[in-house]
């Protein structure tokens, strides 16, 4: 079984300011890692996944997240926000696939954090 | 390329009675997922199909919920009898290879009176 925690439900902060919203995940076997965000009356959209490889993984909008196996941590960081990145955060996990030629597992999300970008 | 269709986007039901949601996935992809949102939540898995087979159902209240993906394109859930407390966003996505990343639709909200 998998789990994620977002430990924060709303992280407000203003404008051109740094963030880092907060993942921590439970598994027992090895994981993919994502981020996905909801603007405002839109759908679930991927920001950035992690599946091997350096451990650093960035968006084309600035954010960045590292995958910390020992912490079992992915947090999403930003160093300056913009009011237009006001959205829920959601972090994600699934197992890596155990067999060839199947489809991607179902993810298991966090609870989602709500970032509040302040003027 | 189309994103994933998701048909009703809206619909309000009394407790006891049946609906049923419809999704498309995006042409080519493989596996399909519906997942529940509750307000304040994250979304949950129901069930996962490759194909037109079901991978991973542990999830789904089978006693009340059903799903199915004819000739492995569109799926269909359906919830029969509703109750008060499956009133939620139910998010359709597709994914089509194994590197995980998956494709959600614009969702169904349901209202259970």
């Known amino acids: 079984a998998q789990s994620v925690t977002q430990l924060d439900s709303q992280v407000p902060v203003f404008e051109e300011a740094p963030v880092e919203l907060r993942c921590n995940y439970s598994?027992?076997?090895?994981?993919?890692l994502f981020w996905y965000v909801q603007y405002p009356n839109q759908g679930l959209q991927l920001l950035l996944k992690y599946l091997s490889g350096s451990t650093l993984v960035e968006s084309i909008n600035g954010f960045e997240a590292e995958f910390n196996k020992s912490q079992t941590s992915f947090h999403l960081r930003k160093p300056s926000v913009h009011i237009s990145d006001t959205a829920e955060y959601f972090c994600?996990?699934?197992?890596?696939?155990?067999?060839?030629?199947?489809?991607?597992?179902?993810?298991?999300f966090g609870k989602g954090t709500h970032l509040i970008i302040q003027p | 390329e189309a994103g994933v269709a998701q048909s009703p986007r809206y619909k309000i039901i009394e407790k006891r009675q049946s609906v049923a949601f419809w999704c498309n996935p995006i042409s080519g992809h493989a596996t399909l997922y519906w997942y529940q949102q509750i307000l304040g939540q994250g979304p949950k898995l129901l069930i996962q199909f490759q194909n037109n087979g079901v991978v991973d159902d542990s999830q789904l209240p089978k006693d009340r919920f059903s799903a199915e993906r004819l000739k492995g394109v569109d799926s269909t859930l359906k919830i029969q009898p509703a109750k008060l407390e499956d009133s939620a966003v139910y998010l359709c996505?597709?994914?089509?290879?194994?590197?995980?990343?998956?494709?959600f639709g614009p969702g169904t909200r349901l209202t259970v009176t």
């Open positions: 996505a597709s994914s089509r290879d194994r590197t995980g990343e998956q494709y």
């Open positions: 994600a996990v699934s197992s890596t696939p155990a067999y060839s030629g199947g489809g991607a597992d179902g993810l298991t």
């Open positions: 598994s027992s076997v090895s994981v993919y």
